[in-house]
């Protein structure tokens, strides 16, 4: 039979040796696991700032209404050469250019241009009977005329004033004098010897117009105008703005 001392003593052994056993335990639970471990000896990875909502931001300073009109007046003021830029097309329709009905006898073509004016200049080779428009580059683009018959042509620099599609046509007085079986005035149209469109140079009454009578171009047949075909016309109207220097050479 054990006495009360010895249970004592055991029962006092036994919680000894459940201490001891527990701290190593309890150790292990707190000491991290090696990958942990060699994580925490590496530096912090950098983390996506993300902004502040109550922190003022930089932002963008606009452009003063002043710069915004210095901006739109100089863009206005650059000159602008979009219309040279078309696509050179064939002289003529297609059944034109299929046939050979009314095509000319001189189809538009670029050409070399060896030349100082600024592309968009209109140049008239009255021996020639040519119009060039300078594209630049040193390239033109010719286009076959008719001109002025003898005693009726002339020379100068000048500019075009107006452009009109499927003008009217009233003949001056001087041509009426020369012609009175003519008609004191015309309207609009394909019977009209304008044609399709018209140039009005400077306050003259020269004009760069089209016609109905396409086998005159390569002629002098005119009172001092300067005719081309329908089609090509209406190519030269549609590239060339309103205030187009215009070089008449005899």
């Not at 912090?44 to 932002?59: F, T």
């Not at 469109?197 to 001092?224: K, M």
Request: proline share 10%.
């Amino acid at each position: 039979m054990i006495s009360r001392n010895t249970a004592g003593i055991l029962a006092a052994a036994i919680l000894s040796f459940g201490a001891l056993m527990a701290v190593p335990i309890a150790a292990e639970a707190q000491s991290p696991a090696p990958e942990q471990a060699q994580a925490e000896d590496q530096p912090p990875r950098p983390q996506a700032e993300i902004p502040n909502p109550d922190q003022a931001q930089p932002q963008t300073k606009p452009k003063s209404r002043s710069n915004r009109r210095a901006a739109a007046a100089e863009a206005a003021e650059a000159p602008s050469t979009h219309y040279l830029d078309q696509q050179v097309a064939p002289s003529g329709g297609f059944f034109e250019r299929l046939f050979g009905i009314g095509a000319a006898a001189v189809p538009r073509t670029v050409v070399p241009y060896a030349g100082h004016e600024h592309p968009g200049t209109i140049i008239i080779s009255t021996p020639e009977r040519r119009l060039y428009l300078v594209l630049g580059g040193g390239q033109a683009l010719r286009y076959g005329i008719g001109v002025g018959r003898i005693g009726f042509t002339w020379a100068g620099v000048t500019a075009v004033s107006m452009k009109r599609e499927w003008p009217d046509w009233t003949p001056p007085e001087q041509m009426l004098q020369r012609r009175p079986d003519l008609p004191r005035h015309m309207a609009g149209g394909v019977a009209n010897p304008l044609g399709a469109r018209a140039l009005y140079l400077g306050s003259s009454l020269y004009r760069i117009h089209g016609s109905n009578e396409p086998d005159t171009i390569g002629t002098a047949v005119s009172s001092g105008c300067f005719r081309l075909t329908n089609d090509d016309v209406i190519d030269l109207y549609n590239r060339v703005p309103v205030g187009t220097k215009v070089i008449v050479m005899q």
